[in-house]
């Protein structure tokens, strides 16, 4: 079984700042991983996703997130944000061979002026 | 194309009661999932149907919910009696036939609140 721990359960930023998310997982087998965002009142929608390949993964809005094994950490960032920003951020874990999504509790993001 | 639709959006109920969801997903997507999401934390999935196959139900409280996806498209989720701790906005979602590498796509949500 997979689980996902985002350390953040709040981040405040001002606009233009850059901003990290931090999420951890522990897995005892291979895994994809995945960022998604919930604006208000509105249901997931994915940001980007880790397969294989470049451990850099760049998606949607501006956001990348890296993958490190070693640290079994997917982190996510952008360089500069939005007030349209302003959502909840959630990581997700499936292992390679099942199709369950384990999510994290999210993070809120708020971008102010 | 048209994404996952959901209705209703909203619903209040008094606990005791009986109340059902429904899901549409996405044209052609052979697999279907229905995650609750309780106020601070993220969706935990409740049941996932391959087509109008049950796939995996472990986290379904069987005593009183109930899903079924007849003809392998559209999808009702059913709760009764409510419970207070039933309280949650319920997600659907569907992706590809084994495909995509598990990318789901994800209706609007309906939030439940059972007084």
């Known amino acids: 079984a997979q689980s996902v721990t985002q350390l953040d359960s709040q981040v405040p930023v001002f606009e233009e700042a850059p901003v990290e998310l931090r999420c951890n997982y522990s897995?005892?087998?291979?895994?994809?991983l995945f960022w998604y965002v919930q604006y208000p009142n509105q249901g997931l929608q994915l940001l980007l996703k880790?397969?294989?390949?470049?451990?850099l993964v760049k998606g949607i809005n501006g956001f990348e997130a890296e993958f490190n094994k070693s640290q079994t950490s997917f982190h996510l960032r952008k360089p500069s944000v939005h007030i349209s920003d302003t959502a909840e951020y959630f990581c997700?874990?499936?292992?390679?061979?099942?199709?369950?999504?384990?999510f994290g509790a999210g993070t809120t993001v708020t971008v102010r002026a | 194309e048209a994404g996952v639709a959901q209705s209703p959006r909203y619903k209040i109920i008094e606990k005791r009661q009986s109340v059902a969801f429904w899901c549409n997903p996405i044209?052609?997507?052979?697999?279907l999932y229905w995650y609750q999401q309780i106020l601070g934390q993220g969706p935990k999935l409740l049941i996932q149907?391959?087509?109008?196959?049950?796939?995996?139900d472990s986290q379904l409280p069987k005593d009183r919910f109930s899903a079924e996806r007849l003809k392998g498209v559209d999808s009702t989720l059913k709760i009764q009696p409510a419970k207070l701790e039933d309280s949650a906005v319920y997600l659907c979602?569907?992706?590809?036939?084994?495909?995509?590498?598990?990318?789901?796509?994800f209706g609007p949500g309906t939030r439940l609140t059972v007084l």
């Open positions: 979602a569907s992706s590809t036939h084994r495909g995509r590498h598990n990318e789901q796509f």
């Open positions: 897995s005892s087998v291979s895994v994809y």
């Open positions: 880790y397969l294989s390949g470049s451990t």
């Open positions: 997700a874990v499936s292992d390679i061979n099942d199709y369950k999504l384990s």
């Open positions: 044209s052609g997507h052979a697999t």
């Open positions: 149907f391959q087509n109008n196959g049950v796939v995996d």
